[in-house]
């Protein structure tokens, strides 16, 4: 029986997602406040289904800013899967979606989604 990474990643990741799922909305945006990322980045899509829009877009959209600001932050899958979530819990089809993701100014595309979020009304 050979070793594969990818079992292992998945059963961690497993495990990380469980831990998140049990802590309160307030508890994993206050990670996030802090640059606490898990190494799964399942903190991004527990929130997603966790909160509500107007929850988690203040902290999500600062994440990001502050993500894509700072030169010497290595990882750019963390910044890709905040931006997930934001679209998520904006509820932007996958399409669309992907457009913000991957697009080669992530900056512009968080102030883009930072002004479709201020276009939400107050009780979504």
Known sequence: MSFDWRDEWERHAE?????QQS????????????????GYYKIWYTIARKATAHQALPTL?????KMLKQTDFMDD????????????LLQIPDKEAKEYIY???KLQAVQMLSEIFEKLPQNK
């Not at 990670?31 to 990322?37: A, H, M, N, P, Y």
């Not at 959209?61 to 800013?65: D, G, K, Q, S, V």
């Open 23 to 38: 802590r309160s909305v307030s508890e994993l945006l206050e990670d996030v406040r802090e640059g606490w990322f898990d």
């Open 15 to 19: 495990k990380e997602s469980k831990a």
């Open 103 to 105: 697009a080669q100014d």
């Open 61 to 65: 959209l600062e994440a990001a800013r």
């Open 77 to 88: 899958l963390q910044i890709i899967h905040c931006l997930t979530a934001i679209c998520k």
